[in-house]
């Protein structure tokens, strides 16, 4: 069977937004049991004392690198197959910075903010029309970017495509790093531990 | 550990419940390994990732269709979500009624739910509220110049190598460990 499901069948439209739910389920439970339905648990990484994001962020990444590389170096998986954002420098690093600043200013990212409002964070439904406000306000009042983005981008890069090396290089490499970054947090969070906000109970 | 915890799950101020003691949350890297293999997943059978901002962009087309149906198939945002007049059957926003079920299952099973704010000992609720109304604001402008957020930029183009995604991540957390000091008083 050739991998992606999408590129070799045709889903209705229920059976999509259905599986949409399920890979939904799984997205959730992860967020949550990691601890990202709270505010405070994930801007713990801007003051060091509890590196979780950053952990939790960077296995993720590693773990589907290397599994499409896997599922693709056995013929299992067409990498060409799968959708790749084009790149606009100017665009990713401008957004970055902005969404950055409201990441730390507002507590959540969007998919975060999901998972705080279904256990009860009020701060974060407030997050959620704030996101909202954030959306409606960037089609009514600044449409124009749209076209700037797509006009300026420099299309579907890759590390690979761009340096011509094989992903597996790169799956190494992020292996190697991550290992290195987990005994560096775990340093850093030892260091920065006095900055936990003291209980009160 | 344990202690840690609970000094995370209740706020200064704020009434704790004897009831529901929080289990504590999974080990970061198995959370991250087991959202990494849903990350796989969703590549394996739709040849895209996960999103979350597109939810969010879905509803505002759904918003801006009650005032002028014409206006949301012809703004050049909206349209983009419009999906000929049924933007809430949007992939993504099915997704994050996915990741609302599953985090409130996660969450009364670890018995983790709290209707609460979550801000540090210094800050007023007010002050939190205004800064997570603002904050969302700013972020959903970000995600939408940077064409993803978390999850369609760094997650999902992350794990294909995508330069446009790894600079992403780069800005994000630049911007927000630069703008963390001034803005300590709300968590810390």
């Not at chain 1, 801007?46 to 950053?54: C, K, S, T």
């Not at chain 1, 790169?170 to 906000?197: I, N």
């Not at chain 2, 799950?9 to 959202?35: E, T």
């Not at chain 2, 299952?105 to 609460?116: D, K, P, T």
């Amino acid at each position: 069977m050739m991998l992606p499901l999408a590129s070799s069948m045709e889903f209705s439209v229920v059976a999509d937004l259905m599986l949409a739910v399920v890979l939904g389920l799984g997205f959730g439970f992860c967020l949550e049991r990691a601890g990202f339905g709270s505010a405070r648990k994930l801007t713990a990484v801007f003051y060091l004392y509890d590196m979780a994001v950053v952990k939790v962020m960077f296995t993720a990444i590693v773990t589907a690198m290397a599994g499409l590389f896997v599922l693709s170096a056995t013929g299992i998986l067409d990498l060409g197959e799968l959708y790749v954002e084009p790149t606009n420098l100017a665009a990713q690093a401008l957004g970055g910075i902005v969404f950055g600043a409201g990441f730390i200013v507002g507590g959540y990212c969007p998919g975060t903010s999901i998972a705080a409002i279904a256990t009860g964070r009020k701060d974060a439904m407030v997050f959620a029309l704030g996101m909202l406000a954030g959306v409606y306000a960037y089609a009514e009042l600044t449409p124009g970017i749209e076209g700037w983005i797509k006009d300026t981008a420099q299309g579907a890069l890759t590390l690979p495509s761009v340096t011509g090396l094989s992903m597996g290089w790169f799956v190494l490499a992020f292996v190697a790093f991550l290992a290195f970054a987990a005994w560096g947090m775990s340093r850093l969070e030892t260091r920065f531990a006095g900055l936990r906000p003291a209980a009160t109970m | 550990m344990t202690s840690t915890i609970a000094q995370e799950r209740f706020p200064a101020g704020q009434q704790v419940s004897m009831a529901a003691v929080a289990k504590p949350y999974w080990n970061p890297y198995v959370c991250g390994f087991l959202l990494g293999l849903v990350l796989l997943a969703t590549y394996a059978v739709t040849g895209r990732g996960l999103g979350a901002t597109g939810g969010y962009s879905a509803v505002a087309a759904q918003i801006a269709g009650l005032f002028s149906p014409e206006h949301a198939a012809a703004n050049a945002v909206h349209a983009k979500y419009w999906n000929d007049g049924a933007p809430l059957a949007s992939w993504t926003l099915f997704l994050a009624a996915g990741v609302f079920i599953g985090a409130l299952a996660s969450g009364l099973q670890g018995q983790r739910f709290r209707w609460s704010i979550e801000r540090g000992p210094q800050a007023s609720a007010e002050r939190r509220l205004a800064l997570a109304f603002a904050g969302g604001f700013i972020a959903a402008y970000g995600a939408k110049i940077a064409k993803g957020c978390t999850s369609g930029q760094a997650l999902t183009g992350g794990s294909i190598l995508n330069v446009g995604s790894l600079v992403f991540m780069v800005a994000v957390f630049a911007a927000a460990y630069g703008l963390a000091w001034f803005v300590r008083k709300e968590w810390l």
